[in-house]
Antibody
Framework: EVQLVQSGGEVKKPGESLRISCQGS????????IAWVRQRPGKGLDYMGI????????RYSPSFEGQVTISADKSISTAYLHLGRLEASDSAIYYC???????????????WGQGTTVNVSP | SSELTQDPAVSVALGQTVSITCRGD??????ASWYQQKPGQAPVLVIY???RRPSGIPDRFSGSTSGDTASLTIAGAQAEDEADYYC????????????FGGGTRLTVL
């Protein structure tokens, strides 16, 4: 079964940092881009950035550039999202998702992690 | 950067047909993908490309595109289709920038 399994929920204080993990299984991890998506409470999906685990090429949405770091360790089929100097506004569910290039101008996020809930509170 | 615009809310009577739309310039270059998200769950891909369904998605779900507008159609909506639906596409000038629509909450009456 193809799946992405994320690390568990976190409670943090403002100013702390956090790393969320996303481990893939059931497919060749290094050949698919992995994206990170934020969902604030009651809000929609925000694309944060993406990484190619094969060579750790990471690209960021302008809205998140400089605010987060995306990395990967292909030896353990895991991608990471690093959030530094957390603020209350970082409280959200963070999802990783596999991007599938189907060709013919068609792309999709076909596999999603279960989500990691982050609560930032004094 | 590109934006994708969705109506915030749509309702449909049980068993009737409903279409959810997504509009944006990037859809002139790339197809949209559609995701269903139920409360407390991760999004699930329901339609991608010209009109393709992942395994396990009922055939009452279909997709289409006309110009800069993509549509997700549910023919014979069921109670279990009540959810938030998001469209997604790639930014036309940046292969690594994806964009999501704001989401449409579908209510099945």
């Amino acid at each position: 079964e193809v799946q992405l399994v994320q690390s568990g929920g976190e409670v943090k204080k403002p100013g702390e940092s956090l790393r969320i993990s996303c481990q893939g299984s059931g497919y060749t991890f290094i050949t698919y881009w992995i994206a990170w998506v934020r969902q604030r409470p009651g809000k929609g999906l925000d694309y944060m950035g993406i990484i190619y685990p094969g060579d750790s090429d990471a690209r960021y949405s302008p809205s998140f550039e400089g605010q987060v770091t995306i990395s990967a360790d292909k030896s353990i089929s895991t991608a990471y999202l690093h959030l530094g100097r957390l603020e209350a506004s970082d409280s959200a569910i963070y999802y990783c998702a596999r991007r599938h290039d189907h060709g013919d101008y068609t792309f999709s996020f076909d596999v999603w992690g279960q989500g990691t809930t982050v609560n930032v509170s004094p | 950067s590109s934006e994708l615009t969705q109506d915030p809310a749509v309702s449909v009577a049980l068993g009737q047909t409903v279409s959810i739309t997504c509009r944006g310039d990037t859809l002139l270059s790339y197809y949209a993908s559609w995701y269903q998200q139920k409360p407390g769950q991760a999004p699930v891909l329901v339609i991608y490309g010209k009109n393709r369904r992942p395994s396990g998605i009922p055939d009452r779900f279909s997709g289409s595109t006309s110009g800069d507008t993509a549509s997700l159609t549910i023919a014979g909506a069921q109670a279990e289709d009540e959810a938030d639906y998001y469209c997604n596409s790639r930014e036309s000038t940046n292969n690594f920038l994806e964009v999501f629509g704001g989401g449409t909450r579908l209510t099945v009456l």
